[in-house]
Nanobody, 116 residues
């Protein structure tokens, strides 16, 4: 059974930092690309960052380049999203996602609120 369990959301002032974690189980984690999405109120869910299996190549949305870092620890079956220099427009529910056996699996969502 595939499970993605997120942790690490919260509230922070502009300019602050947070780190999200997503612990995976039920599939061969190290080979699977992992993604972080976010959805702000009234907006569509958008892709924030991706990391491949194997080499761990990364890609980012333009809005977070230079501020967010996606990484993975294959020994712990966990993917991370380090978020620095947070802005109010980063406020959203953040989701990790994996695609396995032609099915998309999502974490439960982590609220990130950036406000002074």
């Amino acid at each position: 059974q595939v499970q993605l369990v997120e942790s690490g959301g919260g509230s922070v002032q502009p300019g602050g930092s947070l780190r999200l974690s997503c612990a995976a189980s039920g599939f061969f984690f190290s080979t699977v690309p992992m993604h972080w999405y976010r959805q702000a109120p009234g907006k569509e869910r958008e892709l924030v960052a991706s990391i491949t299996g194997g080499s761990g190549s990364t890609n980012y949305a333009d809005s977070v380049k230079g501020r967010f870092t996606i990484s993975r620890d294959n020994a712990k079956n966990t993917v991370y999203l380090q978020m620095n220099s947070l802005r109010p427009e980063d406020t959203a529910v953040y989701y990790c996602k994996a695609r396995w056996a032609w099915t998309d699996y999502w974490g439960q969502g982590s609220q990130v609120t950036v406000s002074s």
